[in-house]
């Protein structure tokens, strides 16, 4: 069981006009409270620890699209969340959901494992083709 003690800070009155708040009950309290965690929850719930994954292989070229492609669409979905491109999203999480037109329905992002979930249409549109890289290997 995991027991936590808080104790509350005594602050110090600024005022100088009022003399007779210092030296009070409500300047001095000071007091103790024990806080017990639920029995069905344990230490470990909050720390959803994700691996990193190395991979021997290695991308044999990387170029910024200048036009839309579903492969790019793909590859800003999953870039977006903190991936480098789907190759590595999966090592880690397997293959994500998809829509029924194939583009990628949910993703999880990289630095904390929470979900991400995309429309049906395209995303990407003209204006961020600049950030999207597309890694292409042997």
Same mark, same amino acid.
């Given at each position: 069981?995991?027991?936590?003690?808080?104790?509350?800070? @005594?602050? =110090?009155?600024?005022?100088?006009?009022?003399?007779?708040?210092? +030296?009070?009950?409500?300047?001095?309290?000071?007091?103790? !409270? @024990?806080?017990?965690?639920?029995? $069905?929850?344990? @230490? #470990?719930? #909050?720390?959803?620890?994700? /691996? =990193?994954? !190395?991979?021997?292989?290695?991308?044999?070229?990387?170029? &910024?699209?200048?036009?839309?492609? =579903?492969?790019?669409?793909?590859?800003?979905?999953? @870039?977006?969340?903190?991936?480098?491109?789907?190759?590595?999203?999966?090592?880690?999480?397997?293959?994500?959901? &998809?829509? =029924?037109?194939?583009?990628?329905?949910?993703?999880?992002?990289?630095? $904390? +494992?929470? *979900?991400? *979930?995309?429309?049906?249409?395209?995303?990407?549109? #003209?204006? *961020?083709?600049?950030?999207? /890289?597309?890694?292409? *290997?042997?």
């Amino acid at each position: 069981m995991l027991t936590i003690s808080a104790t509350s800070l @005594q602050r =110090p009155v600024i005022s100088s006009r009022s003399g007779s708040r210092m +030296g009070t009950a409500s300047g001095s309290r000071s007091s103790s !409270f @024990q806080f017990k965690m639920d029995e $069905n929850c344990t @230490q #470990d719930d #909050d720390k959803s620890t994700i /691996k =990193p994954v !190395f991979s021997k292989l290695k991308a044999t070229r990387c170029y &910024r699209p200048k036009e839309w492609t =579903p492969e790019v669409e793909q590859a800003f979905r999953v @870039q977006q969340t903190g991936w480098k491109d789907l190759k590595e999203y999966m090592e880690t999480y397997g293959e994500p959901d &998809r829509w =029924p037109n194939g583009f990628i329905r949910c993703t999880r992002v990289k630095s $904390n +494992g929470y *979900y991400t *979930y995309w429309r049906a249409h395209r995303e990407c549109d #003209d204006k *961020y083709l600049h950030i999207v /890289k597309v890694y292409e *290997y042997a």
